[in-house]
């Protein structure tokens, strides 16, 4: 059974610029959640979606920041305009059920220069 | 308010040494759970062990053993024998439900360098 994947793996980008994150949950999983680690500092909690609906978003540290997930299957992440700070591994992770051990992707490395 | 903390940054052995990663947690929550993920250098979270409060039995899994202490707040991860290949960034996290959401709260990882 496939994991969970994220594209790109590392995206360097200039300060002002659009980026867009893509997780693949693993295939069955309704639940999809996104982390943030930034530099030297504990993973922290961005947001969860239950199939293509926002259970929770009360980690997204700004309006800059979406994310989506139409059809309930894969999500995206995008960051406009992106900003110094949000330079980071951004992490998705898929789990079965709600109490269910979540997954984690490989991360995607995120430098806004 | 839910938190966890992993008070060593870093810890370098000697391959073949015992060594133990400290995690402290805590939660006004009667139901929870513990969680231990290994942070390789290639970069991906790999889940190792998840606890519910309701189980204080320790668990031993090859190398590895856990010791989930209520009374303590504690679960800390003991690697026996350590191997370089067990060189990583450990990650304890809490699951609970915190305002309504259910979300993991990690604390800070622990680096482990395992030297020949």
């Known amino acids: 059974e496939a994991g969970v994947t994220q594209f790109p793996s590392h995206s360097v980008i200039e300060k002002g610029q659009t980026v867009t994150l893509r997780c693949d949950p693993i295939?069955?999983?309704?639940?999809l959640y996104w982390y943030r680690r930034v530099m030297g500092k504990e993973i922290k909690f961005l947001l969860h979606?239950?199939?293509?609906?926002?259970?929770?978003e009360s980690g997204m540290p700004n309006n800059r920041f979406l994310a989506e997930r139409t059809g309930g299957t894969y999500s995206t992440l995008k960051v406009q305009p992106a900003e110094l700070e949000d330079s980071g591994v951004y992490f998705c992770?898929?789990?079965?059920?709600?109490?269910?051990?979540?997954?984690f992707g490989p991360g995607t490395r995120l430098t806004v220069l | 308010a839910q938190k966890v903390t992993q008070a060593q940054t870093e810890i370098s052995v000697v391959e073949k040494e015992d060594v133990t990663l400290d995690c402290v947690y805590e939660?006004?929550?009667?139901?929870?759970?513990l969680f231990w993920y290994k942070q390789p250098p290639s970069g991906e979270l790999v889940f190792l062990i998840r606890?519910?409060?309701?189980?204080?039995q320790n668990e031993i899994s090859g190398r590895y053993s856990w010791n989930f202490q209520k009374s303590t707040s504690s679960f800390n991860f003991t690697i026996t024998a350590s191997q370089v290949v067990d060189s990583a960034v450990y990650f304890c996290?809490?699951?609970?439900?915190?305002?309504?959401?259910?979300?993991?709260?990690f604390g800070q990882g622990t680096r482990l360098t395992i030297n020949p």
């Open positions: 996290a809490l699951w609970a439900v915190i305002q309504g959401a259910q979300k993991l709260v």
């Open positions: 992770a898929s789990s079965q059920n709600l109490q269910g051990t979540q997954y």
């Open positions: 979606f239950v199939k293509e609906s926002k259970q929770d």
């Open positions: 295939s069955g999983h309704d639940n």
């Open positions: 939660t006004r929550d009667t139901t929870y759970y």
């Open positions: 606890r519910n409060s309701f189980d204080e």
